[in-house]
């Protein structure tokens, strides 16, 4: 006899205006995690508005085990000219604590690189922190660090100074 206890499925959904605060809740969570626990200005209302209105600027995916969300990743799409297509880049993916090393990540991985496929998408992108030992699992998954290839950013007063009329 097995005694180990059968761990309920992962199942992957996608995300809903109603999710909202959910996907609020887990961004702070996120920015935690981070060491930037001030980070997140979003509100649960401007991604309800920004994710599921007329113009929706990102999409995002539900992980749930045994009814509960146990994490999310919320995604943007960018475009290659050089292959010719759509991709998708990874903003925030997030998995609750006690649900990690239990293919909740892998799942959320899994759907997004089914849909590029589905749709012709030719690669998935994102960022990760240098600290992360979440490294190891997207490496393990095929995704390859581009060494050469250095993360920038404008934002902020460098934005609005570059904006402004010299």
């Known amino acids: 006899m097995n005694d180990k206890t059968p761990v309920a499925a992962v199942i992957v959904r996608l995300a809903t205006a109603d999710d909202a605060e959910l996907l609020h809740r887990f961004s702070v969570d996120l920015a935690i995690y981070e060491d ?38 919320l995604y943007t799409f960018n475009y290659s000219v050089w292959t010719a297509a759509r991709g998708i880049f990874v903003e925030d993916i997030w998995v609750v ?5 239990g293919g909740v990540a892998r799942a959320l991985m899994q759907a997004l690189a089914q849909e590029c496929v589905a749709k012709g998408y030719r690669r998935i992108d994102l960022n990760v922190l240098d600290w992360n030992p979440a490294r190891a699992f997207y490496e393990r998954l095929g995704f390859k660090w581009i060494r050469n290839w250095l993360p920038y950013r404008l934002g902020g007063e460098a934005l609005e100074r570059l904006a402004s009329p010299s």
């Open 36 to 73: 930037e626990p001030d980070a997140v200005t979003a509100t649960p209302q401007s991604l309800a508005r920004d994710g599921f209105g007329k113009d929706p600027q990102f999409a995002a995916l539900i992980a749930e085990r045994a009814g509960a969300p146990v994490g999310f990743v």
């Open 97 to 101: 604590p006690e649900e990690r090393r």
